[in-house]
């Protein structure tokens, strides 16, 4: 079974639009962590935000917010206000165990998110 | 730049020889870790540094395979008798904590 799947292989959406990026996460640990990153055309993955298991309140880092569903193993990524910089892969990733626990991520598949001007 | 570098950023070989990349962390960080990216693929985790110590290793990993972290500083990844499959995106990352890691920009090897 997957562990992070990413429904949505491509999105287009109008600039200064919000968007949402979905991701589901299937684990049985319950102390785990939540990542996205966007991966534009060089390679670079760029961190965006982390939420963790146990917080209670949904993650944000300026543009970016996470809309944590725990009950539904749900972890969209919210962009308010797009921007033609934002085009990009966009991904979802989990780390289960905790801080004594194993330390890869596992990614999803991805999102290519295309701004139009 | 203080952000995580690898050398070289792209490597094109024939099927059979060795290949070694390098991959110089953020330098107060004390994890490392190697990725390798396919096309239309998100990441998988190859291998795990806490300091020089290699503390994980995927099955992905094989024998060909091998990585090191000397002094805890620069890691090394080795490909030995490189094989077409072993094309792909190769990502170094490093973090101070359990979270947060931050990548390179990645070392693209084709294997012709």
């Known amino acids: 079974a997957q562990k992070i799947t990413q429904t949505q292989p491509g999105m287009f959406v109008q600039e200064k639009e919000a968007v949402t990026l979905d991701c589901t996460y299937d684990t049985s640990d319950p102390s785990y962590g939540l990542f996205w990153y966007k991966q534009p055309s060089s390679g670079e993955m760029i961190f965006l935000i982390y939420?963790?298991?146990?917080?209670?309140q949904n993650a944000t880092e300026g543009r970016y917010s996470l809309n944590f569903q725990k009950a539904r193993k749900s972890a969209n990524l919210v962009i308010s206000a797009s921007q033609l910089g934002d085009s990009a892969m966009y991904f979802c990733a989990m780390r289960e165990g905790g801080d004594f626990g194993n330390e890869k991520l596992t990614f999803g598949t991805g999102t290519r998110l295309t701004i139009i001007p | 730049d203080t952000g995580v570098s690898q050398d070289p950023r792209h490597k094109i070989t024939k099927r059979g020889q060795n290949v070694t990349f390098r991959c110089d962390p953020i330098?107060?960080?004390?994890?490392l870790y190697w990725y390798r990216q396919t096309l239309g693929q998100g990441p998988e985790f190859l291998t795990y540094?806490?300091?020089?110590?290699?503390?994980?290793k995927s099955r992905l990993l094989s024998d060909r395979f091998s990585a090191e972290r000397p002094k805890g500083s620069f890691s090394t990844l080795e490909i030995q008798r490189t094989e077409q499959g072993d094309s792909a995106m190769y990502l170094c990352?490093?973090?101070?904590?359990?979270?947060?890691?931050?990548f390179g920009q990645g070392t693209r090897l084709t294997v012709v």
């Open positions: 939420q963790g298991s146990y917080d209670q």
């Open positions: 540094f806490q300091n020089e110590a290699q503390l994980e």
């Open positions: 990352a490093s973090s101070l904590g359990t979270y947060k890691a931050f």
């Open positions: 330098s107060e960080h004390n994890r």
